[in-house]
């Protein structure tokens, strides 16, 4: 329900995850948007960098853990007619020419491409590694990449959408509690999920209430009888919390539109990439894509790489009933009006 509301995978964080067994059950049929925050030792070498290993009671950021991804051409456009116009100089089609593109995106150390003006079929499109070799300025396009493979970061824009506390929040002190609720606060933008016998809940409550987090007692509903399925203890309760931004009015409320003119260039695999899918738009400033889809976008007039591959990073054994390095990765791809062509490439090289 939530992957049909907001119009792509939910990005959910499992608080005190402990051995990993719902995340081993949900990533086995789910899309890779799922993590867990946790200090049980030996938990890395179940759930691999699906744990983001971190202590609950202290204060914690987002940002520390979370990173986007970005992969353009310097000069926009104009670099790109000039990247195709050499490679179909060069007898390449456009199709090669955009994997090639996504390969150096994809490559640690590829910084561009060297465009030979001498015709060879064999080396029309040369990747430069090496920037202190000296190259002919008027024959370079330049790459522009950050953050492609941080296998310690989840390589999302922004805090994930639910937060969940099954069976936690007792066992923090309790004098830690605002602090928790303080960090499902910066986690969760939209809301939580969570399981404690009543007098924790009770309290719970009033804290989640100073952070904006109402009751959604008809998800609730909805939720109890697998909860009571799965193991919910007799001692505990589960309660559903949605952040009240001033339009709650039903638990299902659509968020505002947002302009989105993605398309897709090129992809790696035929009929990986499909919009509302695999791939679409976060919000007006990143995209996103999931489940093996390596394309090259066009939003307006920017235009970039990105590809749900999580590089060097270990996913869960669990994950898809199989190891796959496949994850749900979000890149900056800002929606530019053509009104503003000339900024582009400061704006999609510049911010993160």
Same mark, same amino acid.
């Given at each position: 329900?939530?992957?049909a509301?907001?119009?792509? +995978?939910?990005?959910v ?5 402990g051995?990993?067994?719902m995340?081993? @059950?949900w ?5 890779a ?6 200090m ?7 759930? /691999?960098?699906d744990l983001?290993?971190?202590d ?13 991804r970005?992969c353009?051409?310097i000069g ?6 000039r990247?195709l ?8 089609t456009?199709a090669e ?5 996504l390969?150096c995106?994809?490559? +640690? /150390?590829?910084?561009g491409?060297?465009?030979s ?7 029309g499109?040369?990747l430069?590694?090496?920037?202190s070799?000296? =190259?002919d ?9 950050r953050?492609?493979s941080? +296998?310690?970061?989840?390589? =999302?824009?922004?805090?994930a959408d639910?937060a ?11 004098n830690? =509690?605002p ?5 499902v ?6 809301g939580l999920i969570?399981?404690?016998?009543f007098p924790?809940?009770?309290k719970l ?7 904006s ?8 509903d909805?939720?109890? +009888?697998?909860?009571?399925?799965r193991?919910?203890r007799e001692d505990?309760?589960?309660q %559903?919390y949605?952040?009240?931004? /001033?339009?709650?009015?039903?638990s299902?409320a659509?968020?505002?539109p ?10 790696v ?6 919009l ?7 919000d007006?400033?990143?995209i996103? %894509?999931?489940d093996?889809?390596?394309? =090259?976008f066009?939003?307006g007039?920017s235009?970039?790489a990105c ?5 060097s %990073? ?8 199989? %190891?796959?390095?496949?994850q749900?990765?979000?890149c900056?791809?800002p929606e530019?009006?053509e009104t503003l ?5 400061g @704006?999609?090289?510049g911010?993160?």
């Amino acid at each position: 329900a939530e992957y049909a509301r907001l119009g792509r +995978p939910a990005k959910v964080l499992d608080l005190g995850c402990g051995r990993g067994s719902m995340i081993e @059950r949900w990533l086995g049929y789910h899309p890779a948007s799922i993590a867990c925050i946790d200090m049980l030792p030996g938990l890395r070498e179940i759930l /691999g960098h699906d744990l983001v290993e971190l202590d609950l009671t202290q204060h914690l950021d987002p940002r520390s853990f979370m990173t986007t991804r970005s992969c353009s051409l310097i000069g926009g456009t104009q670099s790109l007619e000039r990247l195709l116009s050499a490679a179909e100089f060069h007898h390449m089609t456009r199709a090669e020419t955009f994997k090639s593109l996504l390969n150096c995106c994809y490559t +640690p /150390g590829c910084l561009g491409f060297f465009l030979s003006p001498v015709l060879d079929e064999d080396r029309g499109l040369i990747l430069v590694f090496n920037a202190s070799q000296s =190259w002919d300025a008027e024959h370079m396009v330049w790459l522009a990449r950050r953050n492609f493979s941080k +296998p310690n970061k989840l390589a =999302w824009a922004r805090a994930a959408d639910w937060a969940l506390l099954l069976d936690v929040a007792h066992y923090v002190p309790r004098n830690r =509690w605002p602090v928790l609720v303080d960090n499902v606060d910066r986690l969760a933008a939209q809301g939580l999920i969570v399981t404690s016998p009543f007098p924790v809940l009770a309290k719970l409550q009033q804290l989640l209430a100073k952070h904006s987090f109402v009751r959604d007692r008809q998800t609730e509903d909805l939720l109890q +009888p697998y909860a009571m399925i799965r193991g919910l203890r007799e001692d505990q309760l589960l309660q %559903v919390y949605r952040r009240d931004t /001033g339009r709650f009015s039903a638990s299902f409320a659509f968020p505002p539109p947002f302009p989105c003119t993605l398309t897709l260039e090129s992809e790696v695999f035929e009929g990986r990439c499909i919009l509302g899918i695999t791939m679409g738009c976060s919000d007006e400033e990143y995209i996103w %894509v999931n489940d093996a889809c390596y394309g =090259w976008f066009r939003r307006g007039q920017s235009q970039g790489a990105c590809i749900s591959d999580a590089g060097s %990073v270990q996913r869960s054994r669990w994950a898809y009933n199989e %190891v796959k390095s496949q994850q749900f990765v979000e890149c900056y791809l800002p929606e530019v009006r053509e009104t503003l062509e000339e900024n582009v490439s400061g @704006r999609t090289n510049g911010k993160i």
